[in-house]
């Protein structure tokens, strides 16, 4: 069954970024680009991981920011387009192709990033894979009547639900916010392990 599901969102997304030229754009997210010095600020080191990278726009940011960073996505497509601009940028990325709904963290970071990804069971496990003291930024939809109908409702955050998982965990919460009517609402924050 999870070979299944594995493959059907494999050609998914490799169909997704094979079609488009570049899926999000070319330039990292602007929440993590504005808060990049607090975030450096936070970080216990510089070794940074990339939860469903797609085609490395934020981890070609990072590593560009002087992070060691590996980068997990599900798409030998959009993970190709990574290398390549990885490659034409100089830098040194170690992305992976794997199905995160089974990946088990078997090292320690300082920055885990995820944007626009939700699998509820992998938060706990990326809080777990942080270094004392590192950092987790997490930016992802948000169920809103302006959310297009192709996102299914398990793939969306409820309102609220962010700050309550991440109040769970010892630490602290920065910047989080709600955005329910932009046009892709969102809901972010950045965590603090202490």
Known sequence: ??????????????????????????????????????????????????????????????????????????????????????????????????????????EQYDLIINFNFLLRDLIPKSVAALAPGGVMVFDTLLDSPYVPTTHKKEHLLQPGELQRIFRGFPGKIFLPEERLHDSMPTARLIFWKR
């Open 1 to 106: 069954m999870h070979r299944d599901r594995d493959n059907v969102s494999h050609m998914k997304w490799d169909e997704r970024f094979r079609d488009e030229e570049c899926v999000l754009g070319t330039e990292p997210s602007r929440y993590l680009s504005d808060n990049m010095e607090l975030i450096k600020s936070l970080v216990p080191g510089r070794r940074a991981l990339d939860i469903a990278c797609g085609e490395g726009r934020n981890s070609i940011f990072l590593a560009g920011q002087g992070f060691s960073v590996v980068g997990l996505d599900i798409s030998g497509a959009g993970l190709e387009k990574a290398r390549c601009w990885m490659e034409r940028e100089g830098l040194r990325i170690d992305f992976r192709r794997l199905n995160l709904e089974e990946y088990g963290f078997n």
